[in-house]
């Protein structure tokens, strides 16, 4: 049986293959039978370019409509997707190229001679294509070829995709994502959060990343919908468009500009039925803010490279602020001890998953895929958390950010959360930094309000009076904002690094 996720796709496309498919707002509505049609003559020029079934194509270009062309081409010709942020420089695209050995590149044309100079240095010499708006070589050659193309059958565990990790401890490794891992996780999303063909997904993501890529891609063509397809997030653009959606997915800094937005009213967030929030984690104080503003409860999910989507809070029962849920249907989820023994209800220890979700290993890391992997199956995901009796997950954190002061473990999520819920603080960022005596000591970094009257004496003080001393940060510095990546998350080896050169470390402007 061909497991190829186009074909899954294809079965779900509306019977009417003139329904639009994504909407670009001020651009073009791009119906079903245009993706149907462009897709194939995508996969012919892909196989002109010499990409026989099990090549990679790495593409890094800017989010257009035909790039989701390119993507189903992929997968229609049983290549390999290699989707690369567009912030990546040279270096670090030098590595991804030599790792993943593409047979094409696909880029955007102001990029074209640093990567033609990157190709040329490889060994396999890659063919490099360029994709814009208006079109660019790799459309010229498809406007040529065939409107119909046979998908080449592909079994359910091989390579569709390789994403490639932040590499924020050492170089980047490829997680490698089968047909099998991206059909089962975005059926199971399909049928928990309820898509059906009536559905408007507001799609304001990148789509070089699972969130924007696969999830909100994925459920929307699984469900035979529509998207609107925006290049960016601007709140206030997001705002005026949000009266035509029915579903919108975004990073938990979406969520923060909007409330941020005065034109965001209960009235002008009305329409849409769901909003999602997921790659980062969502503050308690957001969501409540959100509710309080809308009347309406942000759905948190967890999910991550290598898995996909892990947990969800329900689309009917109780969202719970502070948790991202319990296992989506399919997949299961523990927490264990340093012993790898299942912990009680909320205690907290190690996030271990297994399912048809997790990815089949890290590209050409055999060793490294083993030490990620337990006896039995699960897989380490890295994340340290505590589930409830009735079966909800809260992540505290990630491994490498457990803080052990004096021979103790401080998780930094739970200083987060006091340090979130004073007058004046915006948001806030724990890490350890080398200490003499100690090993590791907290510090804190604060983001604040304008005019705020915080001050570091004053919020230790406030700290020793809720949570035990030893937790208690050694140092409280306030910073403008906080270092994040492209999706959001806090780069917390950013912060050990601006603040960790000595004891006491620089102090940030106010």
């Known amino acids: 049986m061909d497991a190829n996720l186009y074909t899954l796709v294809e079965r779900h496309f509306p019977a009417e293959r003139t329904q639009p498919c994504?909407?670009?707002?001020?651009?073009?509505?791009?119906?079903?039978?245009?993706?149907?049609r462009m897709s194939a003559q995508v996969a012919h020029a892909l196989a002109a370019a010499g990409c026989v079934p099990g090549d990679r194509v790495a593409v890094q270009v800017d989010k257009h409509w035909q790039v989701l062309a390119l993507y189903l081409g992929c997968l229609r010709a049983g290549l390999v997707y290699l989707p690369l942020n567009t912030a990546y420089q040279k270096s670090e695209l030098d590595h991804f190229f030599r790792d993943a050995e593409p047979r094409v590149i696909v880029c955007r044309d102001q990029a074209l001679g640093v990567i033609a100079t990157l190709a040329e240095q490889l060994p396999a010499k890659p063919v490099v294509l360029t994709l814009d708006a208006q079109g660019g070589e790799l459309m010229d050659r498809a406007a040529r070829?065939?409107?119909?193309?046979?998908?080449?059958?592909?079994?359910?565990?091989?390579?569709?995709?390789?994403?490639?990790?932040?590499?924020?401890?050492?170089?980047?490794?490829?997680?490698?994502?089968?047909?099998?891992?991206l059909g089962s996780n975005a059926l199971t999303l399909v049928d928990q959060w309820g898509f059906t063909r009536g559905d408007v997904l507001l799609?304001?993501?990148p789509v070089y990343h699972v969130h924007g890529l696969f999830v909100a891609v994925h459920c929307a063509l699984l469900s035979g919908g529509r998207m609107l397809w925006l290049d960016k997030f601007d709140a206030k653009d997001v705002v005026s468009h949000l009266p035509h959606a029915t579903v919108m997915m975004g990073v938990p800094t979406f969520y923060t500009r909007l409330l941020a937005e005065p034109s965001f009213t209960r009235e002008a967030a009305a329409h849409p039925r769901l909003y999602v929030s997921g790659s980062a984690p969502l503050l308690p104080e957001t969501f409540a803010e959100f509710e309080q503003r809308t009347g309406v409860r942000i759905l948190e999910r967890y999910g991550m490279t290598e898995t996909g989507m892990n947990t969800s809070n329900p689309l009917r029962g109780e969202r719970r602020g502070g948790t991202v849920g319990p296992a989506l249907p399919g997949v299961d989820v523990r927490v264990v001890d340093g012993d790898g023994r299942a912990c009680g209800p909320d205690v907290v220890g190690a996030i271990e998953v297994r399912g048809p979700n997790v990815f089949?290993?890290?590209?050409?890391?055999?060793?490294r895929t083993r030490e990620e992997f337990t006896a039995d199956g699960w897989f380490r995901t890295g994340d340290m958390g505590r589930l409830a009796a009735d079966g909800y997950l809260t992540i505290v954190g990630r491994a490498k950010d457990l803080i052990i002061s004096g021979g103790l473990n401080i998780y930094p999520k739970e200083i987060e959360e006091h340090l979130d819920a004073l007058p004046g603080v915006v948001e806030s960022a724990v890490v350890g930094i080398p200490d003499a005596d100690f090993?590791?000591?907290?510090?804190?970094?604060?983001?604040?309000?304008?005019?705020?009257?915080?001050?570091?004496?004053?919020?230790?003080?406030?700290?020793k009076a809720d949570i035990a001393r030893f937790k208690v940060p050694k140092r409280v510095v306030f910073a403008r904002d906080l270092p994040r990546n492209a999706m959001g998350k806090v780069q917390k080896n950013v912060l050990r690094a601006t603040y960790g050169g000595d004891a006491a470390g620089p102090r940030a402007p106010s």
């Open 203 to 205: 799609h304001a993501l």
């Open 22 to 36: 994504l909407v670009v707002p001020g651009g073009p509505a791009v119906d079903y039978a245009t993706l149907e």
């Open 145 to 181: 070829c065939d409107t119909v193309f046979a998908t080449v059958p592909r079994a359910a565990d091989d390579l569709a995709a390789i994403l490639y990790t932040s590499g924020t401890t050492g170089r980047a490794k490829g997680a490698m994502l089968t047909h099998r891992n």
């Open 439 to 463: 090993g590791e000591a907290v510090l804190a970094v604060i983001v604040a309000r304008e005019g705020h009257g915080l001050t570091e004496a004053g919020v230790i003080a406030t700290l």
């Open 360 to 367: 089949a290993g890290y590209w050409r890391l055999p060793e």
